[in-house]
């Protein structure tokens, strides 16, 4: 059997747009035909089935978001600076009303994970990496003494990530910029005191 030629990461990418844009149990083989460019066998022979695409959909969400975190904090700048920025682009990202832009855990945990213990462990892992990182960004505000040395970067790591869902998850319903971007201040408020 002859292998598919094609960009993996294009394709991934391609797909993550449209299951965030329909969510997974509403995109179509033909949806994703559209999406990707590739016909069902190329899909089923690269990624055994949907739910296969899916996963690898989420590895590739992983590493890019990854991609994007680590060039946010690359500059000089202070740690908590750099979490500010990362909050006001969520925030971007939630306003623009664009299904692109969603966060595809938030919506594959929404949608399909408590039916799927595979998908719910890669959802949690992915979740416990970015709190992880976030928590390691807590620890050098530590060290530069933007916030208080008495703080444990572990709980505000959680407490931040929680507040990212819950924008996330707010923004579906209240997407207006203001409201979001008063709630993020308030998050931010928080762990930076």
Do not use: W
Request: glycine content about 4%; charged content about 25%.
């Amino acid at each position: 059997m002859r292998n598919a030629e094609f960009d993996r990461e294009e394709v991934l990418r391609a797909t993550m747009k449209a299951f965030m844009h329909k969510g997974y149990a509403k995109t179509s083989m033909q949806d994703l035909k559209k999406a990707t460019g590739l016909h069902p066998g190329s899909i089923y022979c690269a990624f055994e089935n949907k739910r296969g695409l899916l996963l690898a959909a989420l590895e590739q969400y992983r590493l890019d978001r990854k991609t994007e975190f680590d060039k946010l904090f690359a500059n000089s700048t202070l740690t908590m600076v750099n979490l500010k920025a990362y909050l006001d682009n969520i925030v971007l990202e939630c306003v623009s009303c664009d299904s692109a832009q969603a966060c595809l855990l938030t919506k594959a945990l929404n949608e399909i994970a408590e039916q799927d213990s595979e998908i719910q462990q890669v959802i949690s892992n992915n979740l416990s990496m970015l709190q992880q990182a976030i928590a390691e960004k807590f620890e050098q505000a530590k060290a530069e003494k933007s916030i208080s040395t008495n703080k444990d970067c572990h709980h505000l790591a959680r407490y931040f990530l929680m507040g990212i869902c819950g924008l996330r998850t707010f923004a579906h319903t209240h997407p207006e910029a203001q409201v979001l971007q008063q709630l993020a201040e308030q998050l931010y408020h928080d762990v930076s005191q």
